[in-house]
């Protein structure tokens, strides 16, 4: 039996999508505080305090739920090709701009850790939650070919 919550009464969230995000929050999460505590012994930098801990948590949360997101409206091709690289561009340059603003409320004008570039990534991580089944590719090259055979009927008609 499969659980899920209602977000905004219409879609539904099935809660081991919910138990995905988390999971990999917190795993990226830790890999990101173990690299500024690492930076902190050998470049000097800040020592990482609960509340940037807080902050990095919640960026790579934030970056996960839109990744999953942009996932859920365009899953991932099964076939490695010129999509994927265009579906990696678009969801990756505006989770560049997203980010900024993310790190923006969350640390204010003094940028003191990269949230930014740690939401990018987290975004793009995230989506790749979803990948197209083979119906959907099946029904993805009927479309394709039934438009093709229509500009062939188009043309052939002038």
């Given at each position: 039996?499969?659980?899920?919550?209602?977000?905004?009464?219409?879609?539904?969230?099935?809660?081991?999508?919910?138990?995905?995000?988390?999971?990999?929050?917190?795993?990226?999460?830790?890999?990101?505080?173990?690299?500024?505590?690492?930076?902190?012994?050998?470049?000097?930098?800040?020592?990482?305090?609960?509340?940037?801990?807080?902050?990095?948590?919640?960026?790579?949360?934030?970056?996960?739920?839109?990744?999953?997101?942009?996932?859920?409206?365009?899953?991932?091709?099964?076939?490695?090709?010129?999509?994927?690289?265009?579906?990696?561009?678009?969801?990756?340059?505006?989770?560049?701009?997203?980010?900024?603003?993310?790190?923006?409320?969350?640390q204010g004008l003094v940028l003191?850790?990269?949230?930014?570039?740690?939401?990018?990534?987290?975004?793009?991580?995230?989506?790749?939650?979803?990948?197209?089944?083979?119906?959907?590719?099946?029904?993805?090259?009927?479309?394709?070919?039934?438009?093709?055979?229509?500009?062939?009927?188009?043309?052939?008609?002038?």
């Amino acid at each position: 039996m499969t659980t899920g919550i209602a977000i905004g009464g219409r879609y539904k969230m099935n809660s081991a999508i919910i138990l995905w995000i988390v999971r990999r929050a917190l795993g990226i999460s830790f890999f990101v505080d173990l690299f500024y505590l690492a930076g902190h012994y050998i470049w000097g930098w800040d020592f990482p305090t609960p509340i940037v801990l807080a902050q990095i948590l919640i960026t790579v949360t934030l970056g996960l739920i839109i990744g999953a997101i942009f996932a859920k409206i365009w899953p991932i091709p099964r076939q490695k090709g010129f999509e994927r690289v265009i579906r990696t561009l678009l969801i990756s340059i505006p989770a560049v701009g997203l980010g900024f603003g993310v790190n923006f409320i969350l640390q204010g004008l003094v940028l003191t850790h990269a949230l930014w570039m740690i939401f990018a990534v987290s975004a793009w991580l995230g989506s790749g939650i979803f990948m197209r089944t083979v119906e959907q590719e099946r029904e993805e090259q009927e479309r394709r070919e039934a438009q093709k055979a229509e500009r062939e009927a188009r043309r052939r008609k002038k």
